[in-house]
């Protein structure tokens, strides 16, 4: 896999493919990137369990955090990763030894470790890196240009909404 660019297929069959997701480095400070992607990704209907040694035992958003992946009380999709490029490598790790493996490695933006991507795709297991899902699934259902955001287009015209509250577009096409 090249991981200087993933094809729109790919990363959609990933976002539509998985359902359960461990979001390591989870913070229970709703200013930080990792809260805001947590929030997107259960408003969107995915399963997130908070993975977080210092803070095992409290909840995000309703989700009790758990101090590592093998803590898990189910089996996962995927494994989001909001830590730096060398614990990466130890959490790729981890994912590894479980049984059942997840089927994706999701690395965050500014994360990048192509020994850890080559070792969990050496088990099988697809991995996207430097990449942001929340970022991904708003720029594939349409939810950021719908926005007037990268599309070339400003206008004073606010989008009609289906029904009351924020719309919220879908990735399945």
């Known amino acids: 896999m090249n991981h200087d660019s993933y094809p729109?297929?790919?990363i959609r069959a990933i976002?539509?493919?998985v359902r359960k997701i461990a979001l390591v480095g989870a913070s229970t400070n709703p200013a930080r990137p990792s809260w805001i992607v947590m929030k997107y990704l259960v408003d969107?209907?995915?399963d997130v369990f908070p993975v977080n040694p210092g803070q095992a035992g409290k909840e995000i958003l309703g989700q009790r955090v758990y101090g590592h992946l093998a803590d898990l009380p189910e089996r996962i999709?995927?494994?989001d990763i909001f830590r730096n490029?060398?614990?990466a490598g130890r959490v790729v790790d981890e994912a590894i030894a479980l049984s059942p493996r997840p089927r994706v490695i999701w690395m965050q933006l500014s994360v990048r470790n192509d020994e850890a991507a080559m070792q969990a795709e050496a088990?099988?297991?697809k991995v996207v890196m430097n990449r942001c899902p929340k970022i991904e699934y708003g720029r594939l259902s349409g939810e950021i240009g719908?926005?007037?955001v990268n599309s070339r287009i400003i206008s004073a015209k606010k989008p009609a909404l289906a029904g009351r509250g924020f719309q919220k577009l879908s990735i399945d096409r």
Do not use: S
Request: hydrophobic residues 40%.
């Open 123 to 125: 088990a099988g297991i």
């Open 146 to 148: 719908w926005q007037g």
């Open 44 to 46: 969107r209907g995915y």
């Open 77 to 79: 999709d995927m494994v």
């Open 15 to 17: 976002l539509t493919g």
């Open 8 to 10: 729109d297929e790919y």
């Open 85 to 87: 490029a060398e614990a």
